[in-house]
Nanobody
Framework: QVQLVQSGGGLVQAGGSLRLPCAPSGRTFSRYTITWFRQAPGKEREFVAALRWFGGSTYYADSVKGRFAISRDTAKNTLYLQMNSLKPEDTAVYYC????????????????WGQGTQVTVSS
């Protein structure tokens, strides 16, 4: 069983930056695709960014390309989402998820989820 522990998040002004870490408890990430999703009030959970731990391939939603960066620290077995140039529409609860999906953007294909962390961007 893998537990994903999230931290970070908070309130930031538009144009600001935040970094969200995600680390597994009880297992390494080595076999998994690790993905960030977000969910705003009244909306469905949406794909943000993904990283295949083996090989390091990364994927981004069009809405965050050029602003967000997903990365890993293999020594710390930790995944990060660096969010720059934040906009009010980035306000959501952000979740990290781990699994072995066929693609990257479908929440149902992930086995393990973090507890979520709130990101609020003020205008």
């Amino acid at each position: 069983q893998v537990q994903l522990v999230q931290s970070g998040g908070g309130l930031v002004q538009a144009g600001g930056s935040l970094r969200l870490p995600c680390a597994p408890s009880g297992r390494t990430f080595s076999r998994y695709t690790i993905t960030w999703f977000r969910q705003a009030p009244g909306k469905e959970r949406e794909f943000v960014a993904a990283l295949r731990w083996f090989g390091g391939s990364t994927y981004y939603a069009d809405s965050v390309k050029g602003r967000f960066a997903i990365s890993r620290d293999t020594a710390k077995n930790t995944l990060y989402l660096q969010m720059n140039s934040l906009k009010p529409e980035d306000t959501a609860v952000y979740y990290c998820a781990a699994g072995q999906p066929r693609g990257v953007g479908v929440p149902d294909e992930y086995d393990y989820w973090g507890q979520g962390t709130q990101v609020t961007v003020s205008s």
